[in-house]
């Protein structure tokens, strides 16, 4: 494989030349920190972003010399794969020709059964070599900053909070690092006054590091990006932290403050250095500015796009009309594009064929923040690429007293801050342990053995009128609804053909015990359960005003046509539908009719999950898989998005009589109706996008969990209430646990790139592609595969790059 740079190089022909080209460093450095969103709404983010702009076999050297991680999967991966029969010769052959090769499948084959060529070795920084040649304990100064940022970012889970918090970040580390005397005490002598020594500004700091560490030109961007990748998971935290302030338009640069705290402690260090650990230095010093070589990965490369190949062509096959058009459903069903909602939709249709079924975004096209009922943090119910566009209050459930509500709930969250203050205060923990803590036994028992906890379901709603609330203006004028109402429509190509009941889902997942359960929600609400979006795009779908407004636009309503809002527990498979209106009796007939088969459609999706849940066929699988969630010991209450690996935009009738085995994000799309092919431009640049981010953390948790995962459950720890460690300390790991993706004998994920089959003409998707350079970088650079599907439901074309196609790709 031919060498490659990641990071420009730098002039620095006078001072306000090397300024700018320092700041372009920094800019560059950071831009390459994938962000790690915190527990309470933990979204899929994808871990290679820092390298997306580069292409895919070029991404696999870059990766393991700035974060040590691995990008391929072990050859005695796929030498089982192809023993099993899943990889064919003739997919290595397609593969091959994909790939522009000459090699023979036979020989492809032979060399699955050798070792692939080590990777390259991670660049030093020198706290490594200060291990190797000092002595000094391994990560010692990331461990202490590691340690700092806990206490800095701390979200309420400390007992005592640490001073400072109120400076920025690097001046409060300044302050802090100044009482640390580990470093010192492991051998780091005058370290203190080292970093006393640096600015107490970061850009003048990170300067003034540079210019100790000796790097230079491309150099400089290549330390930097090593630095913080060194510290993946608080960086990513603070880069999280910097993207939500711009999407609000507020200013933050945390993560550059972060970049200087790296930087100061590696300069003040390498001061400190004894001489074979400078020297040492030196040495590294020079693999920063040269470009990154590796070995042929050519056989790795074959056999990742043969497995992706062979996944393309049986689901190909499935694809095509599901019969000529029916009349009128008797309801539908619009559920999250999420993979685990394929599963249901597919057991509905078989209980309930009156019944149709559509996709779309979670979020149903309301990028909302919800104030809860009675206070507390507004949440972000929208897709983490989006800013809320408009402020949600809750009120209370239809029928139920506001005030009695408002004291309940008052009282209880009094009563649980009193106690959690006492059950975790420092002078009270051990008191509360020896005197209090047997009654735990009964909760533990009861949480042990007690019966499934019932469907997820809220006791408040979100309300759409416009208002001032506890945090200010709310809700949604006439005017604006109407705008939003026909957006939500036309993208999920519903325009015509409205059902008596349209019933809008959204999904949650109803596990305890989990750090990670907001991983297990829904994506496209922020990593929030979806009830709140789906009650108001459904109040929004009723208001007559809204109706009226929509006529005059082209989308008639029908007057008997009623949107219900609905919530899918994955991990159940129970769905709840939310009655906030008085409806008619055939309208309640209908509702009851609906709701007897969402129960059998429940019962039969258990049924086909439970294999893969480990469950034993039988009459006891609905109460077991209900059980999981409860089970505060249930390491894996479900397998979440694992499998995932296909997106397709197209009318359902294209994938009807497929079965998908919840592998695939299903949207709903025409084409004919997508005149101006906005909604084609709209799928592409988002709901593409969010899917690629979830099938590369799923990708990358599964090539090398060590390092883009975060490994065992077993040993994770809550730190600061925002990420988890392992052990007793470190890093923030990013990425999914081990038991997200491994059932302990096997992969149970199959890492695969996207495949995105989208039911549209060829130059439409170009049309697309050519506007939008992140998209098509995706795609040129092998991020993802691409496949244009004809009015049959055939593979028309696949994308080679370069806006090029190649038709019929399967024959």
């Known amino acids: 494989m031919d060498a490659v740079t990641f990071a420009p190089t730098l002039s620095a022909e006078s001072e306000e030349e090397t300024a700018l080209a320092l700041d372009r460093a920094v800019e560059t450095a950071c831009s390459r920190i994938a962000p790690l969103w915190p527990l309470d709404s933990f979204v899929a983010v994808n871990p290679f972003l820092g390298v997306a702009d580069l292409p895919f076999p070029a991404a696999v050297p870059a990766m393991a010399v700035t974060a040590g991680a691995r990008m391929l999967m072990p050859r005695r991966y796929w030498q089982g794969r192809i023993a099993a029969g899943a990889i064919t010769r003739e997919d290595i052959a397609t593969a091959l020709a994909r790939l522009g090769m000459a090699a023979e499948p036979d020989g492809i084959i032979a060399a699955a059964s050798a070792e692939a060529p080590p990777l390259p070795e991670p660049l030093p920084l020198v706290s490594d070599l200060l291990a190797e040649h000092a002595g000094l304990p391994p990560r010692l100064l990331a461990d202490r900053i590691a340690h700092w940022c806990a206490a800095y970012c701390d979200a309420g889970q400390a007992g005592w909070r640490m001073p400072w918090r109120d400076r920025p970040l690097y001046a409060a580390w300044r302050a802090a690092a100044m009482h640390d005397r580990a470093p010192e005490r492991a051998g780091l002598a005058g370290f203190r ?184 943090r507004a949440r972000a119910q929208c897709p983490v690429l989006l800013a809320p566009a408009v402020r949600i209050c809750e009120t209370v459930a239809p029928g139920a007293d506001e005030s009695a509500a408002r004291a309940r709930l008052g009282l209880r969250q009094r009563l649980a801050a009193a106690w959690a203050a006492f059950r975790s205060g420092m002078v009270s923990a051990f008191p509360f342990v020896e005197s209090l803590g047997v009654t735990y036994a009964a909760r533990l028992l009861r949480a042990g053995f007690a019966p499934p906890a019932p469907p997820l379901t809220s006791a408040f709603a979100p309300t759409i009128a416009p208002g001032h609330g506890p945090a200010g203006r709310s809700g949604l004028a006439t ?195 997508d005149r101006d092919r906005s909604v084609l431009e709209l799928i592409l640049t988002a709901p593409v996008i969010v899917a690629s981010w979830i099938n590369l953390q799923y990708y990358g948790s599964s090539v090398d969990n060590a390092a883009l995962g975060s490994g065992d459950k077993v040993l994770h720890n809550v730190t600061a209430r925002v990420g988890v460690a392992l052990g007793n300390g470190g890093d923030l790991r990013p990425g999914l646990p081990f038991q997200s993706v491994h059932d302990g004998r096997r992969l149970v994920h199959e890492p695969l790139r996207l495949s995105v089959f989208v039911a549209a003409p060829v130059e439409a998707i170009d049309g697309v592609l050519a506007k939008h350079d992140g998209l098509r970088a995706l795609a040129d650079h092998g991020w993802l595969h691409l496949f244009a599907l004809d009015d049959a439901g055939g593979v028309a074309a696949r994308y080679r790059g370069g806006l090029a196609w190649e038709a019929r790709p399967f024959g």
């Open 193 to 376: 006054a080292a970093l006393a020594a640096l600015p107490a500004e970061p850009l003048a700091a990170i300067a003034a590091a540079c210019d100790r560490l000796g790097v230079t030109g491309s150099a400089t961007t290549n330390l930097m990006h090593r630095a913080l990748a060194d510290l993946a998971g608080w960086a990513g935290y603070l880069r999280q932290r910097d993207w939500t302030a711009r999407l609000r338009g507020e200013p933050s640069a945390e993560l550059k403050e972060l970049l200087a705290v790296r930087l100061a402690a590696e300069a003040a260090a390498l001061d400190c250095a004894p001489p074979p650990a400078a020297r040492a230095w030196r040495t590294a010093l020079r693999r920063y500015g040269e470009a990154v070589a590796d070995a042929d990965r050519s056989v790795d490369l074959v056999l990742l796009e043969a497995a992706e190949v062979a996944f393309q062509r049986r689901l190909a096959r499935g694809l095509g009309h599901a019969g000529p058009a029916r009349g009128r459903a008797e309801a539908q069903a619009v559920f999250c594009i999420d993979v685990r909602s394929e599963v249901f939709r597919r057991a509905l249709e078989a209980v309930a064929p009156g019944v149709e079924t559509l996709g779309f975004a979670g979020f149903f096209g309301f990028a909302i923040e919800v104030t809860p009922f009675g206070g507390g």
């Open 479 to 673: 005017a604006a609804r109407i705008d939003a109402a026909e957006a939500v429509l036309r993208a999920m190509s519903l325009t015509e053909g409205f059902a008596p009941l349209v019933l809008l889902v959204g999904h949650g997942a109803g596990t305890t015990n989990n750090p990670h359960a907001a991983s297990l929600d829904c994506g496209a609400c922020g990593g929030h359960t979806g009830e709140a979006n789906a009650q108001v795009a459904a109040a929004v779908l009723n208001d007559p005003a809204v109706r009226v407004g929509l006529a005059g636009r082209g989308i008639a309503i029908p007057e008997d046509t009623v949107f219900l809002a609905g919530l899918h527990d994955t991990t159940t498979d129970d769905v709840v539908v939310f009655e906030e209106r008085p409806l008619s009796v055939p309208h309640l007939e209908a509702l009851q009719r609906l709701r007897a088969a969402l129960a059998a459609a429940g019962s039969r999706a258990r049924a086909e999950r439970a294999g893969a849940l480990g469950l034993a066929p039988g009459q006891g699988i609905d109460r077991a898989v209900r059980r999981r969630g409860r089970d505060w010991a249930e390491v894996r209450p479900e397998w979440g998005l694992a499998g995932n690996a296909a997106f397709i935009a197209a009318p359902r009738a294209l994938t009807r009589q497929a079965v998908l085995d919840g592998r695939v994000f299903l949207h709903s799309y025409d084409h004919r109706a």
